[in-house]
C-alpha cells in the first residue's frame, strides 16, 4: 500500500530533519558530534513508538490494519491448506451458483428490453372472465383492435402482429424461416429506425398492395452479403416475389431473436354487423406518459363491449364465460410470465445452498479457531482487546470468502457460458444473459454477506478468552469449548439439516411433477414416429396441388422400408395451425336442447390416426373406403361427447343436416382418446376428425405423420427425398420424431426439476460435511472422556450409540424445523406443480429420509472411532 | 538544571502549548519544541518525539496547517502554522486555563497575584 508508506516516509523525513537539528544544536553547544547526536535521540523519545501513534491518529488507520490483518490471514491461509481449500471450495460452490443464478434472473425478468422506453411497452389482449380457450397464449381479435385503436386516449397505438414461418426461394433449394407479419405501426411503436431503407407505410398494410419485405441485419449480411444495393430488390416468399424495402438495426429483434423478417400484417377490417369472420393476433402497445395499465385495460374493455354482439367466432376463439375483458401488461412481464415462477423458486434454492455453505464454513472456523488457541491466546495475553481479535478473524473469514468469491465468479462465469447448452430452447430471452459487472458487484457483495454470516459468531467465541484459565493452564480457556460454543455448533447443525431439508423438499416436488407430467398420456403413442411439416406455395391451384402430393407421398412412404403407417393432417401435436369449427348440434343429440358446439377440426387422411396411434374407444378409425362412400365419416373425441352427446353409444349416430363444416349425411364412426395437442400440461379440448377429400383439402401447413417398426429417425432422408422429388416448390421443416418434440415440450420444467436437484444434492453433500467435521472435532475432543467410559465397562455399542445419538439429535431436530418451514414455504411452488400437491406425502417423506440415511453414514465414521477409544488413552490425555 | 525540576506536561496542555507558540507565525516541529522549552525558562519537559502525535492530532482537528519548507540552516522541514480555528480555539482555551490555575491556586491557599483575567 504505497499510500501508507508515502504518509509514514514522509513522517521520517520529518524526525530525521528535527533530530538532525538539535544534533546541530547540541554540537553548537560543545557536545562532541556522537555525544550530540545521542543526546539529540534522546531528547527525542522512542522513534518506533511516536511513529505508530501518528499512524493510529490517521484517518486510514483501520484500513491499514486491515491491510495487515489480510497479510496475516494470507500467512494463515498458506500455513493450513486443508482448511483453506475446504473452505474455499464451500464458498465458491455457493458463491459461484449463486452468481449464475443471479445472472440469469437479472437478465431475463430485470433487465430492460433493449427498446427506448421499454416500460410504457404493453402487450394487449382480450377474453371472457372464467372462459377456457383454445388459443396457446392470450391474443386480441379484430374487433376490438379497430373498436379501440382508431381513437385512443390511454395509449399511444396498438400493433398487430404475428409470428409466421415463410418459404424462400431463390437462393438454394426452397428453405423454411421465421418471420413475422406486423402492422406497419410497429416499427414506430417500438421506437426503431431502420439502418437503411425505409419500414412499412400503413397503406402497404392493405390487401392488394404491393408485397414488401424488412430484413433483419443478420438475413441481410447472410442472404444479400450486406449489400447496400439490397433495397429494392426482390426476395421469393411463398412463391411470391416481395420487394425489399429496409433493413433493420443490428441489434433489434422482435418479437425474439429468431425473426429474420417482417411482412405487413393488415387487420381485417369488418364488413358491417353481419361479418361472421374473426382474426386473432397478438398485439402491442405503447402507453402514453404516466398512464397505468389498469387505465388502459379499463378504456380497452369498454372499446370492446362497444362492438355490440360478438359473432360466434369470436366465441369459438376465446371461449365462453363473462363480459369480453381486455388485459394490458407490460410486454417484459408478459415475454417472462412463463419462467418467472421457476427462475424464482430456482434463485430462493441456491439462496438456500448458500446458507448451508455458510453454515458450514462456521463450522470449520470454529474448529479451526480451536486449533490455534494458543495464537489467539497469546495475541490476548499481549494486550489486544476483544474487539481488536474479532476484526483479525473477521478479515480473516472475509479474506477467505472474497477469495472464495473470486473462485466462485470463475465458475459461475463458465455456468452462465453453459447454460444456452443446457436450458431449453424455448426459454425466453436467454441471450440478454451475461456476465457483467453486475454479476460481479453480485459476487462481491455475496461475498462479503458470507464472510461476515459464517465469520462472526465463530470469530465472536474465539476472541472470548479467560485470560486467568489461560494463566493456569486450562486447556479450555477461549469461548470455543464450553456449553455455549457447543450450543453454537448444534445451532449450525440444526441450521443446515433444516435448510437442506427444505431444498431437498422442493426439489423432490418438481420431481415428481415432472415425472406426472411425462407420464401423461397425450392421446397418442409418440415411439417410432416421424412428424414433418410440409409447406406447397400458395400460387397455382393449392388444393388440387395439395392433393396430388398428399396422394404420392403417402403411397410411396407407405412402401418405404419399415415404414407401419403413414398420414397427414392439417393439425398434429405439437404443430404450429389450429383449426376450430363450431356447429350446432340438434336437441335430439345434445338430450337438451340445441347447442352451439364448439372443436379443434382436425381435417386428416386415412392412416393418420394409425400413424399416431391414436387410442380407439368406440367404433372404428377410418378406412381406405371411407373418402368414397356416400356417408361422411367422421371421429370425435371423449371430451367431445362429454361436453356435448346425450348418454348412450356414440359410434353409428347420424347427422342428416351435417356435422362440423360437413355439410352432408355424416356418421360418427368411432370416439378416440382426447389428444392433447399443445402439450402435457393443457387441458383436452373437443375434438372431431373430417377425411380430406376434394372439396376439402388440407392447405397451407401439412402435418406429415410416419409410424416405423424402428427408430424413426432412419426414415428422415426417404421423407425429405420424397418432398423434394414430389414438388420442387415444397419446403420441409421441423421433421423430427415425435418423441424429440413430446421431450422438448416438457423441457422447461425437466430444466427446473435438474437444477433444484442439484442444489438439492450439493445442500445434501455440505450438510453431510457439516455434521462429519463436527462429531469427528466432538470425538477427538471427548477421547479422554469415552476412555474413561470403555474403562467402566462401556461397550462398543454404547459408545457407538452415544455418538450417533448426539450427531441424529440434531439432525432430527433440523428434519423437525424444515418439515415446518417447508410446508409453510411448497405453497408458493403450487404453480410450478403438475398433479402434485404442494404437501405431496412422498416428497415430504422421501426429503427428511434421505436426509437422515445420509446424516447416518455421516457420523458413522466418527462413532466407530469412538468405539476404538482405548481406556488407556484416558490415563495418557491427563 | 536537574531532571526533578523539570515539570511532566498534562495531557491536553500540550496542544494548548503548540497553538501557543505558533501565534507569532510558522514553525517547524524541532522549532516548537525549542520555543516551549526556552519560554518555560526550560521548566517545562516536552519530550520531543510526544510533539508529533500531538501536532497530526491538531492538523485533522483543522487547528493547525502545514507545508514543507527549508530551513534557515537548509534543510528540508514541515513548517506548521496557525488556522483561524485554531485562533479562536487557543483564545478560549486560554481563558479556561486562567481559571483554572486560579481555582487551583485558591484551593492549595496560594497568593492571589498571579491571579489574570
Redesign the interface.
Known sequence: MRWFGRRDA??R???R??I???T??NIERGMPPEEARRAAER?????G??RE??RE???TYWLEVLVQDARLAFRTMRRNKGFAAATLVTLALGIGANTAVFSIVYGVLLRPLPYPDPDRLVRVSEGHPGATSPLRAPMLSNLTFHAWSDSPRTIEGIAAYNGRRYTVTGFDEPSRIEGAAVSAQLFPILGARPASGRFFRPDEEAEGADLVVVLSHGFWRQQFGADPGAIGRTLVLDGRAHTVVGVAPPEFYFPDRDVRLWTPYAVRRRAGPDDRRVSVFFALGRLRPGVTPERAQSEGTAAARSVGPRPVAADLLFGKGGPVTVRVRSLADETTASVKPALVILAAGVGLVLLIACANVANLFLSRGVARERELAVRAALGAGRGRLIQQLLVESLTLSLAGGALGLILGWSLAAALPALAPQDFPRLEDVHMDGRALAFAALASIVAGVLSGLAPACRGARFDLAALHAGTRSASGLHGPRASRLRGALLVTEAALAVMLLIGAGLLVRSFARLVRVDGGYDPTNVLIARVYLPDAGAPAERSRQFLEALLARARRGPGVVAAGAGNMAPFGSSTSIAGFLLPARETGDRPTMARALEYVVTPGYAEALGLRLREGRLFTEQDPRAATQAVLVNQEFVRQYLSPGPVAGRRFEEGFGSERRLTEIVGVIGDVLKNGLDTQPQPEIYLLERPGRPILREINLVVRTSGDAMGVVPLVRGLVREIDAGAAADAVTTLATRVSASVSQPRFAAAVLAAFGGLALALAAVGLYSVLSYNVSQRRGELGVRAALGATRGDLVRLVLGQGLAHTTLGLALGLAGAAALTRLMARLLFGVTPLDVVAFGAAPALLLAVACAACLVPARRAAAADPAEALRSE | MRDTDRIQLLQGTLDMLILQTLVFGRRHGHGIATTIQRTSEEVLLVDHGSLYPALQRLERAGLIASEWGTSDNNRRARYYRLTRSGRKKLVAETGKWAKLVGAVGRVLGLPREEETS
Do not use: P
Open positions: 514522509d513522517l523525513a520529518e524526525i530533519t528535527h538532525a537539528i538539535e546541530e544544536e531528547t527525542f523519545g522512542n522513534v513508538a511516536v501513534q501518528v491518529g490517521r484517518a
